[in-house]
């Protein structure tokens, strides 16, 4: 069974600056895909940002990027430029193998985001 | 349009009561979602609908019961609750279940206290 592992149960940053969220997943496939979830006081779960683990690029979404390790099945966030609504619960979730015929979200257990004014 | 749109946003509901949660989506998605979120941790998965057929049910209690109208309609039906089912009630959509590439959206939720 996949798992996905945040160590980091709540981070902080100052406005402007930037931080860098972890994630690390276990799976046994090669070709899968990979996500970060923001869910801020709004409740709504909105994706950040998609990685294709075929793909060697990491991916990119304006201030939002990825360090994608597969090796290391390593997958951390970035946030450049920290803005107050930027505040919120970051899941990682781990999306299941590319060519599956159905596959569930496994999320891990959240990074609680607070930046500073 | 990636709306996901859940009402109630909020409902209060004895144990005795039958209840509904509505979700509607227009962005043609032909899978949709139901997930629990307890405070402070992540989703948990209940049901997945693809083309209106029930896919797949994760172990979930019988007191709750999910109904796919039509493709853009999902609710879930609550009956006989315990006050340890309230939590935050999530529904999302994708383009379609096969292939994990799909995105999921998420509506707003519907929080939810069982007195």
């Known amino acids: 069974a996949q798992t996905v592992t945040q160590s980091q149960p709540e981070m902080s940053v100052q406005e402007a600056e930037t931080v860098t969220l972890s994630c690390t997943y276990d799976t046994s496939e090669s070709d899968y895909y990979l996500f970060w979830y923001k869910q801020p006081p709004s409740r709504q779960m909105i994706l950040v940002i998609r990685q294709e683990a075929y793909k060697q690029q990491n991916a990119t979404e304006n201030r939002f990027s990825v360090n994608f390790q597969k090796a290391a099945k390593s997958f951390s966030l970035k946030i450049s430029d920290s803005q107050l609504g930027d505040a919120a619960m970051y899941f990682c979730?781990?999306?299941?193998?590319?060519?599956?015929?159905?596959?569930?979200?496994?999320f891990g257990t959240g990074t609680r985001l607070a930046v500073r004014p | 349009d990636t709306e996901v749109t859940q009402t109630p946003k909020h409902l209060v509901m004895g144990m005795t009561n039958k209840k509904s949660l509505k979700c509607e989506q227009h962005m043609g998605h032909r899978a949709m979602y139901w997930y629990k979120q307890k405070a402070k941790k992540p989703p948990e998965l209940m049901f997945v609908y693809s083309y209106e057929k029930l896919s797949i049910n994760e172990s979930v209690p019988s007191r709750f019961s999910p109904e796919c109208p039509n493709s853009s309609l999902l609710n879930l039906h609550l009956h006989a609750l315990q006050p340890e089912d309230s939590a935050l009630y999530l529904c999302?959509?994708?383009?379609?279940?096969?292939?994990?590439?799909?995105?999921?959206?998420f509506g707003a939720g519907t929080r939810l206290s069982v007195l």
């Open positions: 979730a781990y999306g299941g193998e590319r060519k599956s015929s159905g596959d569930k979200l496994t």
């Open positions: 999302a959509s994708s383009r379609t279940y096969r292939g994990s590439k799909n995105i999921q959206y």
